[in-house]
């Protein structure tokens, strides 16, 4: 199925394509993939998607202010 992104496969795709997104504009956003467990309405197991993103946005690095 090409739009599960609760697979393994499905994750890293969605992976990528935020990191991609917010590299194009100039941010480091950071995506880790975590193995969840099963679930038995899904019938498997599933790949959680987080990341550093605050609603939706990334977070303003203080670096850049000191």
Sequence with gaps: MKGDYCTREGA???KEQIEA?????GHDVRVNLVQGGFLA??????TDVRSNLINGVPVKSTENFA
Excluded at 21 to 25: I, K, N, S
Excluded at 41 to 46: E, F, G, I, K, V
């Design 12 to 14: 890293e795709r969605l």
């Design 21 to 25: 997104y917010w590299a194009e504009r």
């Design 41 to 46: 309405s899904m019938r498997s197991a599933r």
